[in-house]
């Protein structure tokens, strides 16, 4: 009879977390190709005009995860150009140098804990960096590749983006997740309550000519 009560109070707990779980907010996104660096790799060569990213224009954000619900946020703080070249987006580089103490989150007291070494460590790793290797048309728009330094972790990372030149001014739109995991951010969050591994990236960045 006792075997039976416990068996039904863990169907019951099942249950009720399965009704309070919260849906994985990278559900239907592409997931992020990430390998490893090559160490001897170099970036191509590209010439053509310096077009710098607006961060009054720009936005950088991130959706979180854990079992029972999810966080916006972002970076408040980054900086970056496009190098864009005769030929269009194919011919051309991106790079972002991005300020992880400028890191926020929907809730003052998360913004803290993602700083600490729990999670990016900011103290140890205060900036976080992308640099364009590669960028190729597809039939839906763009493919991006390059190194991405977060969390003093360097990955070759490849996604979608859209892009759009109108003259001097270029758009570009990506969402996208990675697994933090990949990035030895492996703090596990409660018991009763474990973080996901999946981060969703959001990148709305607008570049034009300097002043």
């Known amino acids: 009879m006792k075997s039976k009560s416990i068996a039904s109070i863990a169907m019951l707990a099942c249950i009720l977390l399965t009704l309070t779980a919260c849906e994985n907010p990278a559900t239907g996104k592409t997931e992020a190709e990430v390998s490893d660096a090559d160490p001897h790799a170099m970036a191509a060569e590209v010439s053509g005009r310096e077009l ?11 959706v979180g995860s854990k079992v029972t619900g999810s966080h916006d946020g972002g970076f408040k703080t980054f ?7 005769e030929g269009g987006p194919t011919e051309s580089r991106v790079e972002v140098l991005i300020g992880a103490t400028s890191i ?3 809730h003052d007291n998360l913004t803290g804990h993602l700083q600490s070494a729990d999670f990016f460590d900011v103290g ?4 976080a960096r992308f640099t364009s290797t590669a960028i190729a048309e597809t039939a839906e728009g763009f493919e ?4 991405l330094e977060l969390h003093g ?4 990372i490849k996604f979608p983006a859209t892009i759009a030149v109108e003259g001097d001014r270029v758009t570009a739109q990506a969402e996208f997740f990675i697994q933090r995991f990949d990035f030895d951010i492996v703090f596990p969050g409660k018991p009763d309550d474990l973080i996901r591994d999946e981060v969703v990236i959001k990148l709305d960045l607008v570049a034009a000519p300097a002043g």
């Open 144 to 147: 991006i590749t390059g190194e």
């Open 104 to 106: 926020w989150a929907d």
């Open 79 to 85: 900086e970056g150009t496009i190098t864009l070249g």
């Open 124 to 127: 140890s790793h205060p900036e």
């Open 153 to 156: 972790v360097t990955k070759q």
């Open 52 to 62: 710098v990213i607006s961060p009054d224009e720009s936005t950088i954000s991130w």
